[in-house]
């Protein structure tokens, strides 16, 4: 079966770096872009907005940002089209209506595509259960390019939610101390952003406890991991039922 992809953001970066990675899949193709600047650079139509896309597709993968994602929820939720959402900054309400959508079509939302970081995600929930536990502190520190709008990255905050999942909501998340003249509060995950360079992406989640660190880390030094990750879960999207996955669905299929 040849799945048909609508690439939102399609002449961003991460849209270029999945437009060449889709030629090595012989079960993919970019039926169309949507792009706010529709220059046509590759070999397939680009459009400025999903209404004027006049391609018939199987699902839709982002790869752009929160100010882009109103308009996209509100069409795959209207046409009932499969959704890979990739966009990072999502406000409460954006994630609200990804939710609605997904009771009427199959959504796919994580804050990272790769494989490395999902494997991260288990790793730190089973590190609490045992370091959180025996009283160490948690501070999670990630580092990324000059370009990127948000910050905590999407990740950073995934990682504390798994965290906090192992230990029953007991933690609370402090994104800045420069206003703060006491001592850490014990229940607390510290969340850094750096943002500087060319860095692809670098998640570092400590556990500090009395004369030992365990720090379990995750470098991404390409963005292909990302692209794939992405295809990947629009390949495993097509044909399933409405409802809300994540790329460990995608990981166990």
Do not use: W
């Amino acid at each position: 079966m040849m799945v048909r992809m609508i690439l939102y953001g399609c002449n961003g970066a991460m849209g270029q770096v999945i437009t060449h990675l889709v030629s090595e899949y012989a079960d993919v193709q970019i039926a169309a872009g949507i792009d706010l600047n529709p220059e046509r650079k590759n070999d397939y139509p680009v459009y400025g907005s999903l209404e004027a896309c006049r391609e018939e597709a199987d699902v839709i993968v982002d790869f752009t940002s929160a100010a882009a994602a109103d308009p996209l929820i509100s069409y795959c939720d209207s046409k009932k089209i499969p959704l890979v959402c990739c966009s990072t900054g999502l406000s409460e309400e954006q994630n609200r209506k990804l939710k609605l959508c997904a009771r009427k079509t199959a959504v796919l939302r994580s804050a990272n595509m790769s494989l490395g970081v999902n494997l991260l995600l288990k790793l730190v929930k089973d590190a609490a259960k045992t370091l959180a536990e025996a009283g160490f502190d948690i501070e999670i520190v990630e580092k990324h390019h000059n370009r990127k709008l948000d910050a905590p990255s999407g990740t950073a905050l995934s990682l504390a939610d798994s965290i906090n999942d192992a230990m029953d909501h007991r933690y609370h998340y402090q994104y800045d101390r420069s206003t703060r003249h006491e001592k850490r509060d014990k229940l607390e995950i510290g969340i850094s952003a750096v943002r500087g360079g060319s860095i692809v992406g670098e998640h570092d989640v400590i556990f500090a406890g009395q004369d030992e660190v365990v720090t379990i880390s995750h470098t991404a030094y390409s963005r292909a991991i990302f692209g794939k990750g992405a295809i990947e879960a629009a390949r495993f999207l097509v044909g399933k039922p409405a409802g809300l996955y994540t790329m460990s669905d995608v990981i166990g299929a």
